[in-house]
């Protein structure tokens, strides 16, 4: 990574933040933009936008974290709820992808990541909302995996489970909480940040060159396997 130019967006907290950890360490020159501006520069996904100020002439990576986790029954959701689902973690997605790819396409190898869930693979009572959003970013994934192959950009995503980070502290909130979250995954325990970041680090560099076009399961073995 040392030497390469990474765009993080939303770095702040959470997997971004231990992503943004990982490459600083490793060398990489970041890039990171978020809601607040608390790490780097700021950017609202939400907002009507078609350029990114302050992004390097080349980028070699492109890693984008913001999502949400609006969890209920199906008849509670509004319209407003899918909206919004599909605004943060769809269309914000493809305004950035749409803004940095004149410096996608000037690297020699460039890797980009997004974030999908286990609930698009794993039927999830009330996940309607996300799990729809996610798979649409599957959809774009494999897509742009197809169109931008000749340009030599990698296309891939990480599909977690449940992960210890500050959007999905209601659901840890108390020792309950968690030890029925550990029951739930085959290995045992719920993710954390550190292990979706080694994740992403790992689609990001030289050693994933040959990977596009995919989704990456890291999940405990919850969309794989049957817990004993």
Not at 7 to 19: Q, T, Y
Request: with cysteine; proline share 3%.
């Amino acid at each position: 990574m040392k030497n390469k130019n990474i765009v993080l967006i939303g770095g702040n907290s959470g997997i971004g933040a231990s992503v943004k950890e990982k490459l600083t360490d490793l060398g990489a020159e970041v890039y990171s933009y978020s809601r607040t501006g608390a790490s780097g520069q700021v950017l609202d996904v939400t907002s009507d936008f078609s350029q990114i100020e302050g992004l390097p002439e080349v980028i070699d990576g492109l890693v984008y974290c913001p999502g949400t986790i609006n969890l209920k029954p199906f008849h509670r959701f509004t319209i407003a709820d899918f909206q919004n689902d599909y605004e943060v973690n769809l269309l914000g997605a493809v305004k950035v992808l749409q803004a940095c790819m004149k410096g996608l396409k000037k690297s020699s190898s460039a890797s980009i990541v997004l974030y999908s869930t286990v609930a698009v693979g794993v039927g999830l009572g009330f996940h309607a909302s996300i799990s729809s959003a996610k798979g649409a970013v599957e959809g774009l994934v494999r897509s742009l995996a197809a169109e931008w192959a000749p340009s030599k950009i990698r296309v891939n995503a990480v599909a977690p489970s449940l992960t210890d980070t500050p959007l999905a502290s209601q659901l840890l909130g108390t020792d309950d909480k968690k030890e029925a979250s550990n029951k739930r995954h085959p290995l045992g325990r719920f993710g954390t940040a550190e292990d979706i970041a080694g994740a992403t680090l790992f689609l990001l560099s030289e050693e994933a060159s040959w990977m596009t076009g995919q989704i990456l399961h890291v999940d405990g073995g919850m969309s794989s396997i049957k817990g004993m």
